[in-house]
């Protein structure tokens, strides 16, 4: 079964400090990976996706992430943060089979960035 | 274009009552999606439905059942609503393209089960 780990449940950063999220994940077949958003009192929105091609996505806000395969990991960056940027962060996984498309997501990592 | 749209947005029931949370995409998705997020467990999945005709169960599917009505429509029924029930539900759908997935989500509904 797929699981998904994310590292940190709360981060504090002051505004322009680097930014990096861990997460991993068990699966041992074809993978889509995502990092979600949500801010205070929203429902979530994609951030970025990876589900071929180069390794290091780029999404919207300035963030990116790098997946990589033989770490199972798909780590969420941003060289500097900004307040507007406190929120809670979640990792995803889509185990792609024939059977279906199944998303399981990680624990979150709430942000909070002092201005 | 509405996305997708869950119904009610809040919610409290007794202990032992029943309710639908109703969901609908107008994007012509296949699949649809209920998960449930409680603090430090993130969204953990109910529920969700490859195609119209199918369902299949989630991480925590016990004292929950669902219907996919049709294309649209995804809903999620708690037969005797219980204390442990009490977390915001988010109804979402995904899209398929060229071999990649992408989730939308609803806005949520919270409930609480007293």
């Known amino acids: 079964a797929q699981s998904v780990s994310q590292h940190n449940h709360h981060v504090i950063l002051s505004e322009a400090a680097s930014l990096e999220l861990g997460c991993n994940y068990s699966y041992g077949g074809t993978v889509n990976l995502f990092w979600y958003v949500q801010y205070p009192g929203q429902h979530l929105q994609l951030l970025l996706k990876?589900?071929?091609?180069?390794?290091l996505v780029k999404g919207i806000k300035g963030f990116e992430a790098e997946f990589i395969k033989s770490k199972f990991s798909f780590n969420l960056r941003k060289p500097s943060v900004q307040w507007s940027d406190t929120a809670e962060y979640f990792c995803?996984?889509?185990?792609?089979?024939?059977?279906?498309?199944?998303?399981?997501f990680g624990a979150g990592t709430r942000l909070f960035v002092k201005a | 274009n509405a996305g997708v749209t869950q119904t009610p947005k809040f919610q409290v029931l007794k202990t032992g009552q029943s309710m639908t949370l109703q969901c609908a995409q107008d994007m012509n998705h296949n699949s649809m999606y209920w998960y449930r997020q409680d603090p430090g467990m993130g969204l953990r999945l109910i529920y969700y439905s490859a195609s119209e005709g199918t369902t299949d169960k989630g991480e925590v599917p016990n004292g929950y059942n669902v219907s996919r009505l049709n294309k649209r429509e995804f809903s999620l029924r708690l037969e005797s609503a219980a204390p442990s029930q009490t977390s915001v539900y988010f109804c979402?759908?995904?899209?398929?393209?060229?071999?990649?997935?992408?989730?939308?989500f609803g806005q949520g509904t919270r409930l609480t089960v007293v």
């Open positions: 979402a759908s995904f899209s398929r393209e060229r071999g990649s997935t992408e989730a939308f």
């Open positions: 990876y589900f071929s091609g180069d390794p």
């Open positions: 995803a996984v889509t185990a792609v089979n024939t059977g279906g498309f199944k998303t399981i």
